[in-house]
């Protein structure tokens, strides 16, 4: 049967049934049709599954979808306005910070995250801000210098 679970993701009111076991990234996945989080590890060491719940960047292969009742979820579907990209979005393709395509959605969410906290970050502190996210195929150069870009475009410099 499973618990029924009521919760708002990406702006928009959300009820699902899960079992009292699975995964919030199973949940988003399998049940919600939302497949950008990706499951790259299932231990929360590489944050290819990052989202965010109220406001706080959580990676899903560690909450159970049970805990999303009555919480705002915010996933890398989320950050585009239909065709509009969102600025992080954008300045990842201009700089080519990424390859396969995993690790993306994670990075992405990360990086919005930290710049909801701190839209002027230092390289250091983008540096530290995605240090939970692990990619296997690029550097981390082309990543910090998009998430720097979009900041400032995001500040309106």
Known sequence: MGVLVSTTINGDAVEFACEPTETLLDVLRNRVGLIGAKEGCGTGDCGS???QVDGRLV?????????????????????SDGATLH???VKFIEHAALQCG????????????????????SEEEIRFGLAGNLCRCTGYDKIVRAVQDAAKVMRGA
């Open 102 to 121: 995993v690790c993306t959605p994670g990075f992405l969410i990360a990086a919005k995250a930290l710049l909801e906290k701190n839209p002027d970050p």
């Open 49 to 51: 599954c990052s989202v």
């Open 87 to 89: 600025p992080l979005q």
């Open 59 to 79: 990676c899903s292969c560690l909450v159970l979808g049970v805990e999303a009742e009555g919480r705002e979820i915010d996933t890398v579907e989320g950050m």
